[in-house]
T-cell receptor, first 115, second 112 residues
C-alpha cells in the first residue's frame, strides 16, 4: 500500500492567494483527518470525515478554510484568501473502521508558506 | 489541565540506556492510547498502540498504561542515536467526541 498521499509537498504563495491542498487516503480507510502543525500550537485537528461526510469541523479556524471529500479516495483543504499566519505544515491522516482498529496513519504533509 | 500532557523535554539519555517518556490525560473514560514518533521535518509515525492496563512490548519499545492514574508511558530500551526524535502521546478522548488528541510531544536526544 502506498500510504496516505499528499500534494503538493511544499507550497509558497503570497497573501491573498487561494491555496488548495490535496490528499488521497489509504485504500479502504473510511475516516480522513486534516491536521495543522505549528511550533506554537502543536498538532491540531481541523476537520474529519467519515465515509466522505464531514463529521466535525470545529477545529477549522475560520471561514477562509474549507474542506471537501467528493469520493472515498480524494479530499481537499482550501484556504481562500491565505494569510501569513496560515503558514504551517498541514497533514492528512486516515484510519479504517472498527475492524481496522483505531490506528491512524499520516501522510508526508504539505509545508505551506504564505508571504 | 490540558487534555493530553507531556513534558516537552528535551530528555537526554546516553546510548544504550532506557528512555522513559510519560503522558497524562484528562478523560477518565478514554480507552485508546497511542505513541507516535516524529523526526524533524517528517510526519508522525505510529509506533505503539495500547488499549488495556499493563504493559505491551514490541521490540525495544514498551508501552505502559494505568487507567486509574490516567497515565501512559513509553519505554525505549537500548536507546540508539536514531531514536532521537519528538515522541507524541495521543489519546482518543470520549469527552471530545472520540477525537484523537495529541500532546505537545517530548523531544528525546540520545547521545552517542
Amino acid at each position: 500500500d502506498a500510504g496516505v498521499i499528499q500534494s503538493p509537498r511544499h507550497e509558497v504563495t503570497e497573501m491573498g492567494q487561494e491555496v488548495t491542498l490535496r490528499c488521497k487516503p489509504i485504500s479502504g480507510h473510511d475516516y480522513l483527518f486534516w491536521y495543522r502543525q505549528t511550533m506554537m500550537r502543536g498538532l491540531e485537528l481541523l476537520i474529519y470525515f467519515n465515509n466522505n461526510v464531514p463529521i466535525d469541523d470545529s477545529g477549522m479556524p475560520e471561514d477562509r478554510f474549507s474542506a471537501k471529500m467528493p469520493n472515498a479516495s480524494f479530499s481537499t483543504l482550501k484556504i481562500q484568501p491565505s494569510e501569513p499566519r496560515d503558514s504551517a505544515v498541514y497533514f492528512c491522516a486516515s484510519r479504517g473502521g472498527l475492524d481496522w482498529g483505531n490506528e491512524q496513519f499520516f501522510g508526508p504533509g504539505t509545508r505551506l508558506t504564505v508571504l | 489541565q490540558k487534555e493530553v500532557e507531556q513534558n516537552s523535554g528535551p530528555l537526554s539519555v546516553p546510548e544504550g540506556a532506557i528512555a522513559s517518556l510519560n503522558c497524562t490525560y484528562s478523560d477518565r473514560g478514554s480507552q485508546s492510547f497511542f505513541w507516535y514518533r516524529q523526526y524533524s521535518g517528517k510526519s508522525p509515525e505510529l509506533i505503539m498502540s495500547i488499549y488495556s492496563n499493563g504493559d505491551k512490548e514490541d521490540g525495544r519499545f514498551t508501552a505502559q498504561l494505568n487507567k486509574a492514574s490516567q497515565y501512559v508511558s513509553l519505554l525505549i530500551r537500548d536507546s540508539q542515536p536514531s531514536d532521537s526524535a519528538t515522541y507524541l502521546c495521543a489519546v482518543i478522548l470520549m469527552e471530545y467526541g472520540n477525537k484523537l488528541v495529541f500532546g505537545a510531544g517530548t523531544i528525546l536526544r540520545v547521545k552517542s
